[in-house]
């Protein structure tokens, strides 16, 4: 199983973009993990963006896209969306999204190695 990551492309700052994150094959229920989202910009670390629990919804950011980055489900579509607003030229990275179980939902914006699934990215270029 792999998570597909969509919806990044070129985009000028102040804009908004909205990723999804779905499964590769069908019956794979993306509610029944914690699915975050990460991405890396070339020469950088792999930073956790977002998460969201897969039992009460809470949701988590990291302080550079709180505000302006909203993580949500729609379990009817077997979906996890990112809305991205507001970018800025430093949010040009890949994006990808990650299953987590729910043990790591805590720490779940460090826990990408932890991850039980994950898959390709989609790039997003914050750029004028």
């Known amino acids: 199983v792999q998570l597909q990551a969509s919806g990044g492309g070129l985009v000028q700052p102040g804009g908004s973009l909205r990723l999804s994150c779905a499964a590769s094959?069908?019956?794979?229920?993306?509610?029944?993990?914690?699915i975050g989202w990460f991405r890396q910009a070339p020469g950088k670390e792999r930073e956790g963006i977002s998460c969201?629990?897969?039992?009460?919804?809470?949701?988590y950011y990291a302080d550079s896209v709180k505000g302006r980055f909203t993580i949500s489900r729609d379990n009817a579509e077997n979906t996890v969306y990112l809305q991205l607003s507001s970018l800025k030229p430093e949010d040009t990275a890949v994006y990808y999204c990650?299953?987590?179980?729910?043990?790591?939902?805590?720490?779940?914006?460090?826990?990408?190695?932890?991850?039980?699934?994950r898959g390709q990215g989609t790039l997003v270029t914050v750029s004028s």
């Open positions: 094959i069908s019956g794979f229920r993306l509610d029944d993990y914690v």
């Open positions: 990650a299953a987590l179980y729910h043990r790591w939902v805590k720490v779940c914006l460090t826990a990408s190695s932890r991850a039980q699934y």
């Open positions: 969201i629990s897969d039992t009460d919804g809470s949701t």
